[in-house]
């Protein structure tokens, strides 16, 4: 069964940094891509930077060139590195991965994703 676990989260100042995992356990098959998703209670969710599987990247527009998605495939870890944080990054970030292909315009979105991990807390606050 796959698994996939989040750590890193935390209350942190704005304007400092927090880097996010996840990793994957018990996943087989083809080729898999994976993301970084947000919510806010109440809130509709955000897809924040997804990884295709063939090596491209997309974010979304409110944490381009703040934030940084990256795996390590050796040890099926998939990392959010984020920088600058304000108080609107506030969220449960979710890790997630989809199977097979899908095209770039769908990484961003939820549809694909079929594994979800239980999300870790972001607080950005002063």
């Known amino acids: 069964q796959v698994q996939l676990l989040e750590s890193g989260g935390g209350s942190v100042a704005p304007g400092t940094s927090l880097r996010l995992s996840c990793t994957v356990s018990?996943?087989?098959?083809?080729?898999?891509?994976m993301g970084w998703f947000r919510q806010v209670p109440g809130e509709a969710g955000e897809g924040v930077a997804a990884?295709?599987?063939?090596?491209?990247?997309l974010y979304a527009d409110s944490v381009k060139g703040r934030f940084t998605i990256s795996r390590d495939k050796s040890i099926e870890s998939l990392y959010l590195r984020m920088d600058a944080l304000k108080p609107e990054d506030t969220a449960i970030y979710y890790c997630?991965?989809?199977?097979?292909?899908?095209?770039?315009?769908?990484?961003?979105?939820?549809?694909?994703?079929?594994?979800w991990g239980q999300g870790t807390q972001v607080t950005v606050s002063s």
């Open positions: 997630a991965a989809f199977q097979g292909s899908i095209s770039y315009s769908q990484l961003l979105r939820p549809d694909p994703y079929k594994i």
């Open positions: 990884l295709h599987h063939d090596g491209v990247t």
């Open positions: 018990g996943w087989t098959g083809r080729p898999y891509g």
